[in-house]
């Protein structure tokens, strides 16, 4: 079975504070996705990112990075100098990546929520 | 990226009533979608598995006659709430996996409350 664990329920920063949201996943597949997700108060669920568990490889866009950690099951969100408008929670979520439309589930964490204080 | 919609945002309906909540996939083709549910500061609930021509796959818990999934084609896919009560009220999202990179993309949900 799949799960994926952010310890974090809250977390609350100063503006231009650096902030890291972990993420820590289990499953027995070999080959399987890693999401981030961010939902605003508006509810609607932002894709951040989607990355294969054969990329191991660290990714940056702009404010935001990623560490991506197959030894420790672990796939961390950083954003750096945050901004109010970074306000919300954030899921990471796990799917297999053998074709099949039950294969396609979503695991999700239940989320952090990321306050930022001006 | 990948746009999809969901319509209506919000409906207020009477106990009793049927709700019908349309997610569309504007610029992909879709050949599965899913609805889920998600309670106030809680994750996501995964409701259903929709797939384009076929029945769908319904989670443990969920009341396949009361939750109506319809996927018509590529780019649409229905969820009707029949016979609504108040414990029905939540904010149910859908989604559309894209084919060609495997994201699901979210629609902005919509809040149904039953009075």
């Known amino acids: 079975a799949q799960k994926v664990t952010q310890a974090q329920t809250e977390i609350s920063v100063v503006e231009k504070e650096d902030v890291t949201l972990d993420c820590v996943y289990e499953?027995?597949?070999?080959?399987?996705?890693l999401f981030w997700y961010k939902q605003p108060p508006s509810g609607e669920l932002v894709f951040l990112i989607r990355?294969?568990?054969?990329?191991?490889q660290n990714e940056i866009s702009g404010r935001y990075s990623w560490n991506f950690q197959k030894s420790t099951s672990s796939f961390n969100f950083t954003i750096t100098a945050s901004q109010v408008v970074d306000s919300a929670v954030y899921f990471c979520?796990?799917?297999?990546?053998?074709?099949?439309?039950?294969?396609?589930?979503?695991?999700f964490g239940k989320g952090t929520l990321l306050t930022v204080n001006p | 990226g990948a746009v999809v919609s969901q319509h209506p945002s919000w409906v207020i309906c009477k106990s009793g009533t049927s709700v019908k909540i349309e997610c569309r996939s504007l610029?992909?083709?879709?050949?599965?979608m899913f609805w889920y549910r998600q309670f106030p500061k809680q994750s996501l609930m995964l409701m259903a598995t929709?797939?384009?021509?076929?029945?769908?796959?319904?989670e443990q818990g969920v009341e396949k006659d009361k939750f109506l999934i319809n996927h018509a084609s590529l780019t649409l896919s229905t969820l009707t709430v029949t016979s609504a009560h108040p414990e029905d009220s939540s904010f149910y999202i859908c989604?559309?996996?894209?084919?060609?990179?495997?994201?699901?993309?979210f629609g902005p949900g919509t809040r149904l409350l039953v009075l």
């Open positions: 610029d992909f083709q879709a050949t599965t």
């Open positions: 929709s797939n384009e021509g076929s029945k769908a796959t319904y």
């Open positions: 979520a796990l799917s297999e990546a053998r074709s099949g439309g039950s294969n396609y589930k979503l695991t």
């Open positions: 990355r294969n568990s054969f990329d191991e």
């Open positions: 499953t027995r597949d070999t080959t399987y996705y």
């Open positions: 989604s559309a996996r894209d084919p060609v990179g495997g994201t699901q993309y």
